[in-house]
């Protein structure tokens, strides 16, 4: 419900030159109501009038004002009031919290129209700053990132961006320093930390490395200016931006200049995959990856905020590629819920372009910055499966998760469910003769009590296949990256749903790098295999055209997997998985993962191999014509660290 005061629109009270206002009117403009008969001059008004007329008109341009300050009051309570109740909406359950969702972007809409088409009222009558602007559009960023958290959506993740950079670009927080207040000091520290946070997810590098820079400074700043207790934990924050981004470094390939090669992150729909495999099912019955859950729990792992760089993998993993960020407003489609505050930025900074409001004048950002909606266009379904991002759960967290996405899944959609944890094995043997809980991998425990049994109390925080029985009866996808993730290989098919486990290697060689410092290699042959197959050949330069010629290359093995995928006598309940882009996508460079592997001359031993469950055919995995890339592969990036039946030549 609007205030009394909002349903009195201001007719001459903008950002425009008409706002400005006038100790004295034009005389001809004045007196327009009484103006003198025919033969009386205009100099023998009384002056007493022409005083009252200015009062009257002065005191209706101050009650005017006032209005325009007593409606920004109100939109903006009403907007911090929202904004509060977000964290207390039920994470699961899309019909709870979508409305709520809806009703404060509406809001934060009104609000930022309203201070720009107001801007100079504001600052002469409410003393608004420009860090009260930067706040406004900071918590408009952060909307549009939770609604990508919620939704998956990437283009809500670019709006973000969007706001974040606008802040940035139009120092928005940069007379903060001097106000000497530590609140705000946090204030504009947080909002560093989360555009960094979207920055990471967009992989604008070009950005990254400033703001890890510019955070460092902040930081030192608030810790020798205000000497706050909670400087240790900004110490921290600044440690894991400088991990995360030195764990990424370590894995890219440089060209002779010292620039970071192209690689693709997100999902691109590729031609010859799809035409081996797009086949597979009806259009109305193919299965798709509809919920996923990312569980990150290892106990050394790099991380920033409470996503591990596993977790940020996969994560990218299972979305389609984004356009670019600067052509969003062209290209970029979305529902009509947030496009209102996105539309409202759009408008309000056409009546700033016209500079009247000079203290605070936003002309960093140009409208074809800012993305517009037209209210004819529809939006475009995109098929991003839902994540749930859990970061050091507890096992009653996992289990109200699962049951959760095992609620939302239709008859045709599947679950995928990513561990990324350290393994818990029984140290004595268990006669209970229960099957699917020897071990698994380890949760996170709250409390762990003195005088308990260190057998017990890992037994009882530990994930084992058994308790994720009860959610095969719909399809699951299950990828377990751990040192004890061969506990998964042998799941009872109880429900004849289809089911399928990929494992990583329990072990790796000790001539391969520690991977500890740059994520796990299974993870990372998953998400970008090039990456993964540039770390264990030690390839750290190398020449832009041979980059995209490996990158041929690796196209082409995943190409040839695909086919013969679609070719091999696969369970019907495995094959379902091949309907998905994503799902087909894990199982191709799962397959490629084993046979890069397998070639390399290190890894000799079973255990040093990834495992599927059920296990893919002999025809895929020892394919000599995807072998034949492989090698092709080698050559073409110096790499002699493999064995195949003729010897390499380094050229």
């Known amino acids: 419900m609007d205030s009394p005061s909002a349903q009195q629109q201001p007719s001459s009270v903008s950002g425009s030159t008409s706002t ?31 005083v009252s007329t200015n009062a009257v008109t002065a005191e209706a341009i101050a009650r ?22 977000l964290r207390d909406l039920p994470p699961t359950g899309a019909k709870q919290w979508q409305p709520y969702f809806q009703k404060t972007f509406e809001i934060f809409s009104k609000l930022w129209r309203f201070q720009q088409q107001n801007r100079f009222v504001l600052e002469n009558s409410y003393g608004l700053k420009r860090w009260e602007v930067g706040e406004i559009a900071s918590k408009i960023g952060q909307l549009y990132y939770h609604y990508y958290l919620r939704t998956s959506e990437t283009n809500y ?4 961006y969007v706001f974040y950079d606008a802040i940035r670009e139009r120092r928005y927080f940069n007379e903060i320093s001097e106000t000497k207040s530590a609140a705000l000091m946090i204030k504009k520290l947080r909002y560093y930390a989360r555009f960094t946070v979207v920055c990471l997810l967009l992989n604008n590098r070009d950005i990254i490395a400033t703001l890890k820079d510019e955070l460092a400074v902040l930081v030192n700043e608030y810790v020798s200016v205000y000497r706050p207790t909670d400087a240790a934990e900004w110490q921290l924050v600044l440690q894991e931006v400088s991990s995360f981004i030195d764990a990424e470094k370590k894995l890219h390939p440089v060209n002779s200049a010292g620039s970071y090669l192209p690689v693709t992150r997100r999902l691109q729909t590729s031609k010859i995959i799809s035409a081996a495999l797009d086949k597979e099912g009806s259009s109305s019955t193919k299965l798709r990856l509809q919920e996923a859950i ?3 729990n290892a106990h050394n792992q790099i991380k920033f905020s409470e996503l591990t760089i596993d977790m940020f993998r996969i994560l990218q993993s299972l979305e389609r590629e984004t356009s670019n960020i600067r052509s969003v407003a062209d290209a970029a ?9 996105a539309t409202a930025v759009a408008a309000g900074n056409a009546n700033e372009s016209s500079g009247a409001s000079a203290p605070i004048k936003d002309d960093a950002l140009d409208d074809s910055s800012i993305p517009q909606r037209r209210a004819t266009e529809k939006p475009a379904k995109r098929s991003n499966p839902h994540k749930y991002l859990l970061y050091r759960p507890v096992l009653s967290q996992i289990m109200v998760y699962l049951a959760t996405a095992f609620r939302e899944l239709s008859n045709d959609s599947a679950m995928l469910i990513y561990l990324s944890a350290d393994g818990s094995k029984r140290s004595v043997p268990d006669h209970s003769g229960a099957k699917g809980y020897h071990g698994g991998i380890l949760t996170n425990s709250r409390k762990v009590l003195d005088n308990s049994d260190p057998e017990q109390q890992s037994i ?25 993730s061969v506990a998964f290989a042998e799941m009872p098919r109880v429900f004849n749903y289809p089911f399928m486990s990929l494992m990583s290697p329990t072990e790796y060689p000790d001539s391969i790098p520690d991977t500890s ?12 295999p090039l990456l993964a197959f540039s770390f264990i050949c030690g390839i750290e330069h190398i020449s832009p055209e041979t980059w995209d010629q490996c990158s041929g290359l690796i196209a082409q093995a995943e190409g040839k997997i695909a086919e013969l995928m679609a070719a091999a006598s696969l369970d019907k309940p495995v094959r379902r998985f091949l309907q998905d882009e994503f799902l087909r996508q894990f199982m191709i460079r799962f397959a490629l993962c084993y046979i890069i592997l ?54």
Not at 69 to 85: H, P, T
Not at 157 to 160: C, K, M, P, T, V
Not at 517 to 528: D, I, K, N, S, W
């Open 294 to 296: 990312l569980v990150g």
């Open 157 to 160: 993740l670019q709006e973000s």
């Open 517 to 528: 410092q740059v994520g796990e290699l299974f993870t990372l042959f998953l998400h970008a």
């Open 333 to 341: 489609i979305k529902d009509t819920i947030p496009s209102a505050v």
């Open 460 to 484: 009882s925080h530990c994930l084992h296949p058994g308790d994720l029985l009860p959610f095969t009866r719909k399809a699951m996808f299950l990828i377990v990256d751990s040192n004890n």
């Open 64 to 85: 005017q004002n006032q209005t325009v300050v007593e409606e920004f009051q109100y939109l903006l309570e009403k907007s911090q009031q929202l904004f509060a109740g």
């Open 20 to 50: 400005t206002p006038a100790p004295a009117l034009p005389t001809t403009n004045s007196a327009a109501s009484s103006a003198p008969g025919p033969g009386v001059a205009a100099d023998q008004v009384p002056m007493e009038d022409v």
């Open 598 to 651: 397998k070639a390399h001359t290190a890894f000799t031993e079973p255990k040093h191999l990834p495992t599927s469950y059920p296990l893919l055919p002999a025809s895929v995995l020892e394919s000599p014509e995807v072998l034949s890339k492989i090698r092709s592969l080698a050559v073409l990036a110096n790499a002699t660290c493999f064995l195949f039946e003729e010897p390499i030549v380094a050229s």
